[in-house]
């Protein structure tokens, strides 16, 4: 079985057409590898397609660190709130006991899709078991679950229900690692540790193959928690269960933060191909240009504030504002990736005011502008300092998602060469068009008639391929 697999990595690196990323094209000779990736190059099935065209999600954190949210006995914690058991004087087993308090009175899954709906979420990704251990749904394979808190009902079930109803996709986020579990290690050092680790391997198993059965409609997994020896060690294991749930439940999406190769490689095999069908390190960063993302899928997580993913009360620092978020998600998607907002409900389970006022900025843009966004990609054009270009996938058609707009109004445009602009127009109103003015071989001024736009704006370009192009018109500098 193995060997089959490197001879299938083989043929798949001489047959596939995609463009490889530069470790992948290197010339260095291939490693032989049980445990690396299984595939070079993007998945074309019609689930992962549609994941590509998401454009925008939204992440939720929501666990029994809400219910301290980020201080302990009035003290006031500085690191992400979600961590609070680590920190240093929180007494681990009264963390513990917080499930004997979980009764989120205010928690609406319908209301929280509703948010996501009107924001122009296209899926959701939503934490099971965070780092703490507290299970959200019902797991037969420990007590320390939403069902043994005074709250009871499956929350995982509410949320997956609500969503679906949206037509909001759902990815389910799973913390490997577990601070409640008395199997879990960081390391394994001893005979014992290696004892405990194999039932821990076990639990986490039962736990996924759970989850998949108990809620089918789910498209993915988010894997968290998996940087530790302990897991980094176990190539095979991780290897034998990704296809086992792959298997389970066909056209399942799993990024690149689940396992690690034989050499304890993770995102990136020793050949340094992505293992996993996306790219899963783009965490509160953004990649500055397309080379960053070797022609891989990818999706960047972005918390508002600088490092909160559960809820803390006392935000501080420096918040990012609704046009910031519609940045970003233009940035993400003009290089071809996804941009996923994290929401941290309260331990009520209500939403924060911040983020449903957020959530309607963006979405209120989003209403105007989501064509520049969805089923969108790299559209090829050089980069400009007024904003992002992205494409509809596969079409000639390109937006300029405009944030900058230069003193003198005039917006600059470099096509890739052969390429004519047909029609240029503002997409929230067609009748507002423009003649590009050509300036020089494949370069365009586009004169904007007023500059007093308060939000960012997209101009619709449809393109076409011209036989010839137009730097012959151009005498080059003699330098
Ligand atoms: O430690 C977690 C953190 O709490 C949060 O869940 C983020 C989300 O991407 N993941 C981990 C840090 O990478």
């Known amino acids: 079985m193995k060997r089959l697999m490197i001879a299938a990595f ?12 530069a470790q992948q094209s290197s010339t260095k000779e291939k490693i032989a590898l049980l445990h690396g990736a299984h595939r ?32 302990w006995n009035g003290k006031q914690y500085n690191g992400a709130a979600e961590w609070i058991r680590s920190w240093d004087g929180i007494p681990k087993s009264t963390y513990d006991s917080l499930n004997y308090s979980f009764n989120p009175t ?32 019902p797991s037969k394979y420990t007590k320390y679950t939403v069902k043994n808190s005074p709250y009871k009902k499956d929350i995982v079930k509410a949320v997956v229900d609500a969503y679906d109803q949206e037509g909001i996709d759902v990815i389910l986020y799973f913390s490997v690692m577990d601070w409640n579990h008395p199997d ?11 004892i405990a680790f194999e039932r821990f391997k076990k639990f986490t198993r039962n736990q996924l193959i759970e989850l998949l059965t108990n809620y089918p409609t789910v498209k993915g997994l988010w894997f968290d928690g ?11 294991f991780a290897d034998e269960l990704e296809t086992e749930m792959r298997r389970l439940r066909p056209g399942l999406i799993i990024g690149s933060r689940f396992r690690a190769d034989e050499n304890g490689k993770r995102h990136f095999d020793s050949n340094g191909v992505l293992m996993g069908d996306y790219e899963q390190g783009w965490e509160r960063k953004i990649p500055s240009k397309i080379e960053d993302v070797h022609g891989n899928d990818w999706d960047c997580v ?36 996804n941009f996923v907002l994290n929401f941290g409900p309260k331990g009520d389970g209500a939403i924060r005011q911040e983020e449903i006022k957020l959530a309607e900025e963006i979405g209120d843009w989003m209403k105007v502008n989501q064509e520049a966004i969805y089923n969108c990609e790299y559209a090829g054009f050089d980069k400009q300092d007024w904003g992002y270009f992205t494409r509809k996938t ?19 445009i470099k096509t890739p ?59 080059k500098a003699k330098i």
């Open 40 to 71: 070079v190059g993007k998945r074309t099935d019609a689930t992962m397609e549609k994941w590509r065209g998401y454009g925008l999600g939204q992440f939720i954190h929501w666990g029994l660190y809400a219910i301290p949210g980020g201080a």
């Open 394 to 412: 596969g079409t000639d058609k390109v937006y300029m998602v405009v944030f900058n707009v230069p003193l003198s109004g005039a917006l600059r």
């Open 302 to 337: 972005m918390t508002v504030p600088e490092n909160q993913w559960g809820y803390n009360a006392a935000w501080n620092g420096h918040l990012k504002t609704g046009t910031e978020l519609i940045e970003m998600t233009a940035r993400c998607v003009s290089l071809g990736g």
């Open 417 to 475: 060469s052969k390429t004519a602009i047909k029609k240029a127009y503002m997409l929230a109103d067609a009748e507002e068009s423009f003649v590009p003015e050509e300036i020089s071989a494949d370069e365009y001024f586009l004169h904007l008639k007023k500059s007093t736009n308060s939000k960012p704006f997209v101009i619709v370009l449809e393109t076409l391929k011209a036989t010839q192009d137009n730097g012959t018109k151009y005498e």
């Open 106 to 137: 205010a928690f609406d899954a319908k209301a929280w899709a509703k948010t996501a709906k009107q924001m122009g979420a296209r899926y959701v990704t939503f934490t099971t078991k965070h780092h703490d251990g507290f299970c959200l749904w």
């Open 184 to 194: 879990w290690r960081y390391d394994i050092k001893t005979k014992e540790d290696s």
């Open 226 to 236: 998996t940087w530790d020896k302990s897991w980094v060690k176990q190539a095979a």
């Open 10 to 21: 083989g043929l798949s690196v001489l047959m596939n057409l995609q463009p490889l990323s």
